[in-house]
């Protein structure tokens, strides 16, 4: 290779170093990616050969590298993955948890509404989902993993691959009381919804009101005694109850 393309020069100048190897570094981060894409992309055309280096973990997931690779598509070069290090992964494959089908979230978004409306639209999906997450924010996003999608089984992956790396299991509030000091970049795997679609369906409406619950059967086209008697069994109540209510409407 003729270039190396960094996350963070400093730290892979340490690796290369080590190595022994001397090659130019060139600073390729999150906030320079579209920019220095351009500029690869042109020396590669001029016939240079570059590697592309993220800090830790694998370039492209959750760092940089998705915008070059893109570029090099439409450009028709040629992309080599080199298998590495890839946070996600090794923590799944070390949870203890279902590795059959699972959902990558990667970091969730800062802003509080936007964080909440993306727990709620994952909330029901039964299939692992995989977060990363900074130490600074550990225990205030397991508060909200807690509070949006249930107290579940967990495990916290720390360090994967380093020195201090560490594996914490059990629900997320048995987790929050393990935790002591909060270092290191951490992977969250969350076990998936484990209730079946009959009962996802149950709990989606009867969080509606009950006018919006008894519109939901009318626009199937059922009649008023029978949209009270599911009404009633699917809030696990008397259909009195309900009948009474719609009475007084």
Known sequence: MDIIAAEDTRHTLKLLNHLKITKPLV??????????????????????????????????????????????????????????????????????????????????????????EKLQEIKNINK????????????????????????????????ISKIHEEFIRGTISECLEKLQEIKGEFVIIVEGNKKNIQEQKKDILNNLTLEEHFEYYKNQNYEKKEIIKMIAKDRNTNKNEIYQYFIKE
């Open 27 to 116: 600073s390729y981060y999150k906030q320079t990616e579209k920019n220095k894409s351009d500029i690869l992309i042109k020396k590669i055309k001029e016939g240079k050969s570059i590697a592309l280096v993220s800090d830790a973990g694998t370039p492209a997931i959750s760092d940089p590298g998705e915008e070059i690779v893109k570029e090099a598509i439409k450009n028709n070069i040629k992309i080599i993955p080199i298998p590495g290090a890839c946070a996600a992964i090794n923590a799944i494959i070390s949870s203890g948890i279902s590795t059959k089908e699972f959902l990558f979230i990667g970091f969730l978004p800062v802003n509080k509404k936007q964080k909440t």
């Open 128 to 159: 692992t989902i995989i977060f990363y997450e900074a130490p600074h924010k550990l225990k205030n996003t397991l508060e909200e993993l807690k509070n949006n999608l249930g107290d579940r089984y967990i495990c916290l992956a720390k360090e």
